[in-house]
């Protein structure tokens, strides 16, 4: 069965810092990868997808990117302030979406 | 954008009574909602399909008999827990997408989720 690996389960960083978090998955051969933010006692908020054939993709400080040979996407936050503190899900889609455990992100000023 | 809307935010019941949770598109019509479950610090876990006008399909492990999923609207699906016990505390999510956007740049939409607990 497809498997989804974040492997931080939290993440502490400066403000004004890139925060950069990781997402592996196996045994499957996604045609998009979706990242989403989820605060404490609310549902997930979609941020970015990104398909197979793109490398990269940018949405204002948030930058996706997308390695389906090594099976890994990278999701970075430039100039992260402390409103950025959150957990960030990784998420493929097959009839439904998989969800990975998520990392914890937590910027201080 | 796509709204979904999901009801109660938060449900305490005493253990052996029925819990519903509705969930709503607001803006657009859903075929197709899903339903997941997501205990502390654990990832959200797919519980079932809700499909609009048949039956849900559930994931392995998923009771269809305690979980009961109505579908009865393009903009309505309930989940219902039936005789809830302790063990089925847990944060409830729907969740659905907007058809009108395009699958290959837009996700999904959530609801805000239910706090189940029950004691």
């Known amino acids: 069965s497809q498997k989804i690996e974040q492997n931080s389960e939290a993440l502490n960083i400066q403000e004004g810092k890139t925060a950069t978090l990781t997402c592996n998955y196996t045994?499957?051969?996604?045609?998009?990868l979706q990242w989403y933010r989820q605060d404490p006692g609310r549902g997930p908020v979609f941020l970015l997808l990104i398909r197979e054939n793109e490398k990269e993709k940018r949405k204002e400080r948030l930058k996706v990117t997308f390695d389906t040979t090594l099976k890994q996407s990278l999701f970075h936050i430039t100039a992260s302030q402390p409103a950025d503190s959150a957990t960030y899900l990784c998420a493929l889609e097959e009839t439904a979406l998989i969800f990975g455990k998520g990392t914890t992100l937590s910027v201080s000023s | 954008g796509a709204v979904v809307s999901q009801h109660p935010s938060w449900v305490i019941c005493k253990s052996g009574t029925s819990v519903k949770i509705e969930c709503r598109s607001l803006?657009?019509?859903?075929?197709?909602m899903f339903w997941y479950r997501q205990f502390p610090k654990q990832s959200l876990m797919l519980m079932a399909t809700?499909?609009?006008?048949?039956?849900?399909?559930?994931e392995q492990g998923v009771e269809k008999d305690k979980f009961l999923i109505n579908h009865a609207s393009l903009t309505l699906s309930t989940l219902t827990v039936t005789s809830a016990h302790p063990e089925d505390s847990s944060f409830y999510i729907c969740?659905?997408?907007?058809?009108?956007?395009?699958?290959?740049?837009?996700?999904?939409?959530f609801g805000s989720g239910t706090r189940l607990t029950v004691v």
């Open positions: 969740s659905a997408r907007d058809p009108r956007l395009g699958t290959a740049l837009y996700g999904y939409t």
């Open positions: 045994n499957y051969s996604p045609a998009y």
């Open positions: 803006d657009f019509q859903a075929t197709t």
């Open positions: 809700s499909n609009e006008g048949s039956k849900a399909t559930y």
